[in-house]
């Protein structure tokens, strides 16, 4: 017999499927559920990727998009929404028009370039994202390249601000791709003094590290924690699924997100 007082938080995510399992929908997962969460999905899109490259998306059907995400919510109370890759802007113009109503926190993973640097967002894609799902965003969660690019500027505090402006609340900057020594992380909220993140550079590269960031920022959402806790936390366990990362294939690593199972 089913208990009905056993709950978990409930963590809405949409992202694409990568079939080697160390980015998207599976990386979601794997983070969610390491959390304690339970990951309702809808793959905005497929595609064809293994740990070197990406060579093909294909974005899921606009109806059966729609479809997919008002039947999950018209059945089950979500408490977190994480957003990644979608593949074509009608994707996110439904996204935004199923999610602007929200009041629960929505975590946007901007992933416009792939771990390997292949390019996946086009300019109308930047335009929509930029446009449509910044400004209902809780926190978006870009790498310094990716800032670079939505807010169309060199300087990463201008990047930040720009971001915020458009609406979200908060932004973390990740510096997985700048020539530092250590990787320095910047968290941003509206009118407070940016918080400064230093981890060791691993030695490895790896596909899916944004993936498992911002899906674990989501779930601790879920749980209840402020913005600040969920950050760091997620960080923290991010650094350590990457020192625990996996090489599974013949570029870049994976990510263990179930590192402490196995030690």
């Known amino acids: 017999m089913i208990n009905s007082n056993i709950k978990k938080p409930v963590v809405l995510v949409l992202a694409g499927h990568d079939p080697g399992g160390g980015a998207g929908i599976q990386a979601d997962i794997e983070s969610i559920a390491n959390c304690g969460c339970h990951a309702v999905t809808v793959i905005t899109s497929l595609t064809t990727q293994n740990t070197n490259c ?9 109806e059966t998009f729609k479809q ?4 999950i919510l018209d059945d ?14 009608e994707l996110i113009e439904i996204a935004h028009d199923q999610l602007s109503s929200f009041t629960v926190p929505i975590v946007l993973d901007p992933v416009i370039t792939s771990g390997s640097g292949t390019v996946i967002s086009d300019e109308l894609v930047l335009e929509k994202i930029t446009s449509l799902l910044v ?8 790498n310094s390249d990716e800032a670079r690019k939505l807010s169309n500027s060199d300087n990463l505090e201008f990047a930040a601000e720009y971001l915020i402006q458009l609406g979200s609340e908060n932004v973390l900057i990740t510096g997985t791709h700048e020539e530092t020594d250590n990787v320095i992380n ?3 909220a509206k009118d407070k003094t940016p918080r400064e993140y230093r981890w060791q550079r691993l030695p490895n590269t790896y596909h899916g590290s944004g993936c498992t960031l911002s899906a674990r920022i989501a779930a601790q959402l879920a749980l209840g924690n402020n913005t600040q806790k969920a950050i760091e936390e997620a960080q923290e366990y991010t650094w350590n699924t990457l020192k625990h990362g996996l090489q599974l294939g013949q570029g870049q690593a994976q990510p263990d997100r179930f590192f402490k199972k196995r030690n």
């Open 54 to 62: 990406v060579t093909d998306i294909i974005p899921q059907k606009p």
């Open 68 to 71: 997919q995400i008002q039947i």
């Open 76 to 89: 089950i109370e979500i408490n977190a929404c994480k957003i990644g890759i979608f593949g074509n802007a």
């Open 135 to 142: 400004p209902i965003a809780t926190i978006v969660t870009p």
């Open 186 to 188: 910047k968290f941003y």
